[in-house]
């Protein structure tokens, strides 16, 4: 049916830096060029000193097997800079981990299945480090499934049989000690941790308890007791952070839950390394309260720590004689100084605080002197000057990728050139794509906007963008649909059109409030027009579908019919004509497809074109699986990725029906579909488009386009141009042969044809 060909494309980041949650670094303890970091989703990173930038070490993880996007840990040999060991897995709760290795400092690596679960997006995934390498043996403290360790790099593994607890934080090997941390799990009766710290004197044959600070019991807690964090050592201490589990954290997977809800009673205790043996205690908590303690790290006397989940900010703080005193070096905005180089995280966005969350690791540079880096939620931070009187940290992201990005927009005319939905930022509107843009979903005020889900425009009036957006943390933003007239500019939110219903009413409030999806918007061609479909959870029930004919200062109750003229149920989500302004599409949850000749008011459900698949479209966020794209100056006209392949439906007026045809063979498949410029020099919306998408073609997963309805298809990426899950796509308007990229994992990504 087709003829397959390559086209060799180069991709670059749209820059946004960050983004998302920093888990740990790496570094060597010999070569000063080697240091590493790893993400909960991004995978692992390595920095490169030249370009002072991160280096992505997973652009080849595609879809199929997602595991590398998620490391638990990493591990390095002494022996060898360019040796990487690194754990992971990826959110099937039933499937085992996997390691990799590479020999040649993360620019390839070997795979090996591991025999136990692991999930570098799990709560605990900011505590310590659960590989460990001394030259010989690769030791691995699992999350849910005790000890392990392999005399062989990793080809076999054995579990530590000799090991009381299951559920581990961290594993270090000191001076031939074999250290520990747990969770406590096994050991304490209902409600309450047991032992948190164990050390082995022989290899892993015997473990002992390790006396830790004193048993604290939390109001409202579901577990009780401290949980050992993170472990660092000098030449004459070792140093753990311990942390509770406050009464708001939440008890998933059995585990401590230090990077969601809340901490409390943390502790930083110091003992004394008598040669090969641990001996005394101190408590040396810098300050306590109803926080937690997580970053720990000690160099020749100068010893660093961080609280966790402290409300108010969170604060860093430095000791110069081993932890006998300490000396606060960051605190919120208060104490040291912040230079903020990304725009979404400067403290006009964030109700006039820092956006610094989830502190768990802090690293002195044992290379260069007077370099700190922490690791944050949304990236990382350096000072270069960590002994100054003020302490000046800058956030330090060129090149790390992170963020979530939901869906993507290249709009036909206007100011802005791609229209960015993303997890937990937002949204950015970039008028160029090769510069940072300021924040771009923001309220008059500079309050943020989060998870922004859906946007829409009419062609003819491109910088009349409508937006479902969820209202921030701090709940000085609300959510619900917000719209810019002047190209992204600025933002006012519409009012909630309560009183409709009370079931309705209920859905609205829930919408309003902190972090809670606001559904999908689509904006008819007259630009008047807006068909709402606000969320419960994820789901675009058909029952509370809205419709507004007055640019959304008032909306009325949608109507969607079934073929045989009663209510439809389950679920639609609605998408508008671009040249006809009253016609509007629905697509539901198995396959069904919806027409409205009203602009919204009612709609009425169609056949199918025969062999039209039964996919979902009826979730806020499915675009990894299914999108649907609405062609410029044809009216009716659409291309569709329908997980099992690539659709062209024509909606016929004159005769009321839907006529489609496949463009891809029946076994290939489709996931995400963007329409661009057919041709260079051409206009978009009066000339054949060209077509992007991903799938599987002739058995090969990768990204794909085609310039004449699938008679010709062209391969537009390599093994190593992956960039995982992704989410969606579309194509540029304006740049022949350019289109963007929407990753799961990997940030914003556009290509080239080279």
């Known amino acids: 049916m087709h003829e397959v060909t390559k ?75 360019d040796k990487l060991f690194v754990a992971s897995g990826a959110w099937k709760r039933d499937s085992n981990g996997l390691l990799t290795v590479s020999e040649d400092g993360g620019k390839t690596f070997v795979k090996k299945e591991l025999p136990f679960f692991v999930h570098g997006n799990l709560h605990g995934r900011g505590a310590g480090e659960r590989l460990c390498y001394d030259g010989k043996r690769l030791w691995m403290a699992s999350q849910l499934d005790g000890l392990w360790y392999s005399d062989d790099e990793g080809d076999t593994v054995r579990k530590c049989e000799a090991f009381p607890e299951t559920a581990c934080t961290f594993v270090s090997v000191i001076h031939g000690m074999v250290l520990v941390g747990t969770e406590g799990l096994e050991q304490g009766k209902e409600g309450e941790r047991s032992h948190s710290l ?58 401590y839950t230090c990077d969601c809800g809340d901490c409390s009673c943390g502790r930083i205790a110091r003992y004394r390394l008598r040669g090969s043996v641990i001996g005394e205690m101190e408590d040396i908590t810098p300050e306590k309260g109803d926080w937690g303690y997580s970053a720990i790290d000690a160099r020749h006397g100068l010893v660093i720590c961080a609280t966790i989940n402290r409300r108010g900010g969170d604060g860093v703080y430095l000791s110069k004689d081993h932890g006998s005193t300490w000396k606060c070096v960051l605190h919120d905005l208060d104490v040291g100084q912040m230079a903020f180089r990304l725009s979404y995280m400067k403290p006009c966005y964030n109700g006039g605080r820092n956006l610094i969350h989830w502190l768990t690791d802090v690293k002195m540079d044992p290379h260069r002197k007077g370099v700190a880096w922490f690791n944050t939620g949304t990236g990382v931070f350096r000072t270069c000057k960590l002994t100054d009187e003020t302490v000046v940290w800058e956030d330090w992201c060129d090149g790390m ?109 829930r919408i309003s409030g902190v972090n809670t999806n606001a559904g999908w918007v689509t904006v008819c061609a007259d630009g ?113 990725a329908t997980g099992e392949g690539l659709w062209k439906l024509v909606y016929e007026k004159e005769n009321d029906t839907f006529t489609g045809e496949r463009l891809t063979n029946p076994e290939d498949k489709a996931f995400c579909v963007g329409l661009g410029l057919g041709k260079a020099g051409g206009d978009y919306a009066k000339e054949q488009k060209m077509v992007y998408f991903t799938g599987v073609i002739d058995g090969e997963y990768g990204f794909y386009r085609t310039p004449d309805d699938g008679r010709t298809i062209h391969r537009i990426n390599e093994w190593n141009q992956m960039y995982g899950r992704i989410h969606s796509v579309d194509g540029d308007k304006e740049t022949f042969g350019r289109f963007y990229i929407a990753t799961g994992s990997s940030g914003l990504l556009y290509g080239d044809q080279a």
């Open 528 to 640: 008047k027009s807006y068909v709402w479909a606000p969320s419960e959870r994820i789901f675009l029930y058909t029952r509370y579908l809205l419709v507004s004919h007055d640019e959304g200062k008032t909306f009325a109750r949608s109507r969607v019919l079934n073929k045989k003229g009663k209510p439809a149920e389950g679920m639609m989500k609605p998408l508008a004509d671009r040249c006809d302004e009253k016609l509007v599409f629905g697509f539901g949850d198995k396959g069904e497809l919806y027409v409205s000749l009203d602009g919204g008011d009612t709609f009425r459900e169609k056949n199918a074109p025969d062999g039209f698949p039964t996919a979902n479209f009826g979730l806020v966020d499915c675009a990894d699986q299914t999108e649907v794209r609405i062609c410029s100056g044809e009216t009716g006209v659409m291309y569709i």
């Open 401 to 509: 990728e992170e963020t979530v990005h939901i869906n993507v927009h290249a709009p036909y005319g206007g100011r802005v050139k791609v229209l960015d939905m993303i997890g937990d930022l937002g949204g950015f509107a970039f008028t160029d794509v090769d510069r940072h843009c300021e924040n771009s979903f923001a309220d008059a005020d500079g309050n943020r906007y989060i998870t922004c889900l859906s946007c829409a425009w009419p062609d003819k009036d491109p910088d009349h963008i409508v937006v479902t957006a969820r209202g921030n943390w701090t709940g000085k933003t609300k959510g619900g649909l917000i719209v810019s007239r002047d190209g992204a500019r600025t933002w006012n939110r519409l009012p909630m059109p309560m009183g409709l219903s009370d079931d309705m009413d209920v859905l609205l409030q």
């Open 198 to 255: 164990y050390v082995s004197y022989d290899s892993g044959h015997s473990f002992s308890r390790v006396e830790q600070p004193q048993y604290v019991f939390v109001e409202g807690s579901k577990k009780h007791g401290l949980v050992a964090q993170r472990c660092s050592f000098d030449e004459e201490y070792l140093y753990v952070s311990y942390s509770a589990n406050g009464p708001r954290s939440q008890n998933i997977d059995r585990g």
């Open 7 to 81: 086209v060799t494309y180069m991709y670059r980041h749209l820059p946004i830096g960050g983004g998302g949650y920093v888990t740990g670094f790496f570094f060597h303890p010999t070569d000063q060029n080697t240091f590493y970091c790893r993400t909960d989703i991004g995978g692992m990173y390595r920095f490169d000193y030249e370009k002072q930038a991160w280096i992505s070490l997973i652009d080849h993880v595609n879809h199929e097997d997602l595991r590398e996007a998620c490391p638990i840990s990493a591990a390095l040999d002494k022996a060898d800079p």
